[in-house]
C-alpha cells in the first residue's frame, strides 16, 4: 500500500463547477501538506501549502487538512478551463528533510 | 528571473549506457531536490543536495547518483540503464536548508531507455 493514495482520475467538469480532488494517507507522521499543479509537458507548481490541520482559502482555491481520518482535500471553485491540469498532492514529515511524498495525481479536464 | 533549468529535455538512451543529467536552480538558491516520475509511482523522491553534501536519498538502487557543485548547480548519473528507468527526471531548488520555503521545480528531463 502506498502513504499516500490519490484517485487518478481523470475528472471532467463543465465550467464553473465546483471541483473536489482528495488525498488519503497512512503516516500519520506528515505534518506538511501540499497541492500542485502540473500542465502537460511542465514541471509541477506549488498552489497550496498548510500546515498541521485546518482551512486555508487562496482565492478560488482552498485546501483542507483532517489529521484525524488522514484526509486532505482541494477545492476550486468556479472552474475554468484554465484549471485543466494534473493535480498532485504531497505530504511531508518535515524536519530536515525536503523529502516529499506525492500522490500520483489526478488528471482534471474543465470543459467550456 | 530565471526559473530552474534542466538539461537535455529529451534524450533517447539504450540499456546498459549511462546517462547524466544537469539541472541549474534559481539563482540564490542552494538547496537542490531530484525526483522521479512515472506514471504508475507518480512522483518518487530520490535525493536531496545542501551545501555540495547529501542530505537524503531515497529508495532508488545504487544506479542512481547525484552531486551538487559549490555553485549549487547539480547533477545526477544513472548507470547501466534499464527500460524501467525510462521517467521525467524533475529537479527542485529551494532558497535555504531542506524543508525552509517552496520548492521550486524544473520542466524536467524526460528519458526514454530503449
Known amino acids: 500500500q502506498k502513504e499516500v493514495e490519490q484517485d487518478p482520475g481523470p475528472l471532467s467538469v463543465p465550467e464553473g463547477a465546483i471541483v473536489s480532488l482528495n488525498c488519503t494517507y497512512s503516516n500519520s507522521a506528515f505534518q506538511y501538506f501540499m497541492w500542485y499543479r502540473q500542465y502537460s509537458r511542465k514541471g509541477p507548481e506549488l498552489l497550496m501549502y498548510t500546515y498541521s490541520s485546518g482551512n486555508k482559502e487562496d482565492g478560488r482555491f482552498t485546501a483542507q487538512v483532517d489529521k484525524s481520518s488522514k484526509y486532505i482535500s482541494l477545492f476550486i471553485r468556479d472552474s475554468q478551463p484554465s484549471d485543466s491540469a494534473t493535480y498532485l498532492c504531497?505530504?511531508?514529515?518535515?524536519?530536515?528533510?525536503?523529502?516529499?511524498?506525492f500522490g500520483t495525481g489526478t488528471l482534471l479536464a474543465v470543459q467550456p | 528571473k530565471a526559473g530552474v533549468t534542466q538539461t537535455p529535455r529529451y534524450l533517447i538512451k539504450t540499456r546498459g549506457q549511462q546517462v547524466t543529467l544537469s539541472c541549474s536552480p534559481i539563482s540564490g538558491h542552494r538547496s537542490v531536490s531530484w525526483y522521479q516520475q512515472t506514471p504508475g509511482q507518480g512522483l518518487q523522491f530520490l535525493f536531496e543536495y545542501f551545501s555540495e553534501t547529501q542530505r537524503n536519498k531515497g529508495n532508488f538502487p545504487g544506479r542512481f547518483s547525484g552531486r551538487q557543485f559549490s555553485n549549487s548547480r547539480s547533477e545526477m548519473n544513472v548507470s547501466t540503464l534499464e527500460l524501467g528507468d525510462s521517467a521525467l527526471y524533475l529537479c527542485?531548488?529551494?532558497?535555504?536548508?531542506?524543508?525552509?520555503?517552496?520548492?521550486?521545480f524544473g520542466e524536467g528531463s524526460r528519458l526514454t531507455v530503449l
Open positions: 504531497a505530504m511531508s514529515v518535515g524536519g530536515a528533510t525536503n523529502k516529499l511524498i
Open positions: 527542485a531548488s529551494r532558497v535555504g536548508p531542506p524543508n525552509t520555503g517552496e520548492l521550486f
